[in-house]
């Protein structure tokens, strides 16, 4: 499919856990999986006016990110780094901190808190032709027990009198997996992405974009210290715990639309969806509504997001025996949940008329309200008696403040 | 099956480009009408790194992934 796109016209050929630190003998699921190279989509020159065949703008942010939520912590600095070298190359940086302190509701149940801490560097360079643009980029993430690294080629095509911008994209990357108390225990994953987007003018006042995204995985998928509980008459709390273990395949499909208006004021409403399936049986329905409205030096931003998604066909929260079926997992992510995120933010323009080589400034402050409610997932925290545990529900806040420079 | 609606969208949209993509289109709105466009509030990511870093938050707290931001990107999700 992608080489026909490149090859089927001419202006184609012109083209672009909860893991714990557990207990020692024990850990188990990482509640919030800090492994994903993110900085790819960050350094992919998103940041683009849709309809220039233009290079990023060189800019710098300096991040500071905070989640705490159902027990956990999370929070460190995130450094981007973007700086153009003549008039058809720019290249990227980007340095991300991830520390992590859980005591989240697996780790409290089946192991004991801990702290961990992930380190990711990216690199990234985009390369600009005409009306193509060719993105290249490479990204490590190293934890004490996980190693994840990330390959990432993208190509980019305005079309149409600069209307219309297609890009297609490639990523692989493999992943180390370890278990802190067996040094012996050495696992690999490998993970592909490919994706296509178009980003389309519709009127002068209103863009669009479609992306689907397919991502295949394979190998060591579960978490090697999460637990799935299940019926033990035996003992006295009425089940026990076993190793989850999950398929060694997963392939998902993502479809996404969004659409930016600008208000016959000065302002932007933006419309997002995004429908997901994968071979789990998971299933989503994503949808979110945005608006930015600027005022003076400063831009207000408010959003509101609806998530609800279907469980994986081997997620349960108690499983009817040891061993009941071939794959199981209590993996509260892969339950059928659903969440919702209301985001405040505001940002504040300085240095408008530059200093040295700034060209401007910008101290942007943001917090994002989120709550999970879950359909199966039960609360075992709250010593209720076997079947009367309340479902979990879930409350964060995520915190980010960042200031950015162009120059 | 979801495989093959994917591949139905893909399709037309090849379809339609094949059909209309190598003659000549005359832009419905001229590089002199696209101020609006080049406001910064009218980029679909205003702020990469912090939109990069909800996304991921987003994925580590629900089965979901890929699809919500802009085309491309890498996300080691296991």
């Known amino acids: ?407 | 099956m979801i495989k093959r609606q994917y591949l139905k969208v893909l399709l037309l949209i090849l379809a339609g480009t094949s059909l209309s993509g190598c003659s000549s289109i005359e832009p419905w709105v001229k590089p002199y009408e696209r101020d609006r466009l080049a406001d910064p509030i009218m980029f679909l990511d205003m702020n990469p790194v912090s939109s990069a870093y909800i996304y991921h938050v987003y994925e580590a707290r629900e089965g979901a992934r890929g699809g919500e931001g802009t085309a491309g990107g890498g996300c080691g999700c296991n």
């Open chain 1, 1 to 407: 499919m992608l080489m026909y796109l490149h090859i089927h016209c001419a202006f184609l050929r012109r083209l672009a856990s909860s893991r714990t630190h557990l207990n020692h003998a024990e850990r188990t699921s990482l509640n919030f999986r800090l492994r994903f190279p993110i900085a790819a989509i960050a350094l992919a020159g998103s940041a683009l006016p849709a309809f220039a065949s233009v290079l990023p703008e060189d800019r710098t942010d300096f991040l500071y990110h905070r989640y705490d939520g159902g027990g956990v912590t999370i929070d460190g600095p995130s450094i981007l780094v973007r700086k153009s070298v003549g008039k058809s190359l720019s290249l990227s940086a980007n340095y991300y901190v991830d520390m992590v302190s859980s005591a989240s509701i697996d780790v409290i149940t089946t192991a004991s808190p801990y702290t961990e801490e992930r380190t990711q560097y990216s690199v990234a360079g985009d390369y600009l032709r005409g009306n193509t643009t060719i993105s290249a980029g490479y990204t490590s993430s190293v934890e004490s027990d996980f190693d994840a690294n990330t390959y990432h080629l993208a190509v980019s095509q305005d079309m149409f009198g600069q209307l219309t911008t297609l890009t297609m994209s490639y990523s692989y990357g493999d992943d180390t997996v370890g278990k802190s108390d067996d040094p012996n225990f050495i696992r690999d994953n490998t993970r592909q992405h490919y994706g296509i987007g178009i980003t389309q003018i519709l009127t002068r006042n209103m863009i669009a974009a479609l992306n689907i995204e397919v991502i295949t995985d394979e190998g060591f998928l579960n978490n090697p210290y999460r637990s799935v509980r299940f019926l033990d008459a035996n003992l006295g709390q009425g089940y026990d715990f076993e190793k989850e273990l999950y398929p060694r395949t997963r392939t998902s499909n993502a479809f996404g639309i969004r659409t930016k208006y600008f208000l016959p004021y000065r302002a932007a409403l933006e419309a997002q969806y995004r429908y997901f399936a994968d071979t789990w049986d998971i299933e989503s329905h994503t949808a979110s509504l945005t608006y930015i409205h600027p005022w003076r030096d400063f831009t207000f931003t408010a959003k509101y997001r609806y998530h609800d998604q279907t469980g994986a066909h081997f997620f349960r929260d108690i499983f009817s025996r040891s061993e009941a079926t071939n794959f199981r997992g209590r993996d509260k992510e892969l339950s059928p949940l659903s969440s919702q995120t209301i985001k405040l933010g505001v940002a504040y323009e300085f240095l408008s008329d530059g200093w040295s080589f700034i060209d401007k400034g910008t101290v942007n402050l943001s917090v994002d309200y989120l709550t999970v409610d879950y359909d199966e997932f039960r609360d075992i925290s709250t010593g209720a008696v076997l079947g009367d545990e309340p479902l979990y529900q879930l409350e964060a806040s995520v915190i980010q403040l960042f200031f950015s420079f162009w120059y």
